[in-house]
């Protein structure tokens, strides 16, 4: 390992990973639900594509997010 001393905040940087990725996906797919006419005009796909695009990202974050909850509550 190239910085040993850096080992011990490992959970803290997959945690916080975990929610920046979570973040993206939540702010990408409210986009999508919010004004999908438009972002299926953006990224060159139908409208019903692009709300079922919005809610599984949507989906995607919270699962993220929850699974996170549930793995930290576990090591406490």
């Known amino acids: ?14 945690l916080l990973l975990r929610v920046m990725v979570g973040l993206v996906f939540i702010t990408s797919g409210w986009k999508h639900l919010k004004d999908p006419e438009a972002r299926s005009k953006d990224i060159g796909m139908s409208k019903g594509f692009t709300i079922f695009l919005g809610a599984v ?5 919270f699962g993220l997010l ?3 909850s549930r793995n930290s509550l576990r090591r406490v």
């Open 57 to 61: 990202e949507v989906a995607a974050s």
């Open 1 to 14: 390992m190239m910085f040993p001393q850096l080992a011990q905040f490992t959970d803290v940087a997959l």
């Open 66 to 68: 929850l699974a996170f």
